[in-house]
T-cell receptor, first 114, second 114 residues
Framework: EAGVAQSPRYKIIEKRQSVAFWCNPI?????LYWYQQILGQGPKLLIQ????????DSQLPKDRFSAERLKGVDSTLKIQPAKLEDSAVYLC????????????FGPGTRLTVT | GQQLNQSPQSMFIQEGEDVSMNCTSS?????WLWYKQDPGEGPVLLIA?????ELTSNGRLTAQFGITRKDSFLNISASIPSDVGIYFC??????????????FGQGTILTVHP
């Protein structure tokens, strides 16, 4: 079974530029999550989708971050405009719903904002 | 909000040694999870604990859910180089919009010297 795919793996941009990350979850997984992991910290949930609907986006900085999962499969996370403090690893995860405690994470996208 | 305190923050050990790390919370948990993050990868679920006093093993790993429901420990016996990584204790959201939401501690970084 293929795991969660993310691209790109690395991205370097200047502040005030825009960036987008892509995630393809495990086939059949209805729930998709985006996490932000700042260096030295644990991942922090940004947004949770159930199929193509948003379940929780309370921690998403909506003035600059947006995410969509239009067809209930893959998802994109966008930052516009980026700030220096957005430098982090952005992790995508998915779960099948029967065991919400077991989320399958992708390798992440490491973003550096200069 | 939920506060998870992991200790120690980092550990440097020799191959073959046993390791112990723990996690405390300011509030009661219903489910304790332990995840491991290998360098450059996303976290992976190691062990899930569902009731106070529960002791669960997964190979060389053993974890316990504290009687007070406010703490948990993880032990690794006879460490090997591939045990290197960051170990996170994690809270699982139980209901409402928190259902399925993972809240990570700050992690314990483990380094194993051959």
């Amino acid at each position: 079974e293929a795991g969660v795919a993310q691209s790109p793996r690395y991205k370097i941009i200047e502040k005030r530029q825009s960036v987008a990350f892509w995630c393809n979850p495990i086939s059949g997984h209805a729930t998709l999550y985006w996490y932000q992991q700042i260096l030295g910290q644990g991942p922090k949930l940004l947004i949770q989708f159930q199929n193509n609907g948003v379940v929780d986006d309370s921690q998403l900085p909506k003035d600059r971050f947006s995410a969509e999962r239009l067809k209930g499969v893959d998802s994109t996370l966008k930052i516009q405009p980026a700030k220096l403090e957005d430098s982090a690893v952005y992790l995508c995860a998915s779960s099948g719903g029967t065991r919400p405690e077991e989320q399958y994470f992708g390798p992440g996208t490491r973003l550096t904002v200069t | 909000g939920q506060q998870l305190n992991q200790s120690p923050q980092s550990m440097f050990i020799q191959e073959g040694e046993d390791v112990s790390m723990n996690c405390t919370s300011s509030s009661i948990f219903n489910t304790w999870l332990w995840y491991k993050q290998d360098p450059g990868e996303g976290p992976v679920l190691l062990i899930a604990l569902y009731k106070a006093g529960e002791l669960t093993s997964n190979g060389r790993l053993t974890a316990q859910f504290g009687i007070t429901r406010k703490d948990s420990f993880l032990n690794i016996s006879a460490s090997i180089p591939s045990d290197v990584g960051i170990y996170f204790c994690v809270r699982l959201g139980a209901g409402g919009t928190s259902y399925g939401k993972l809240t990570f501690g700050q992690g314990t970084i483990l380094t194993v010297h051959p």
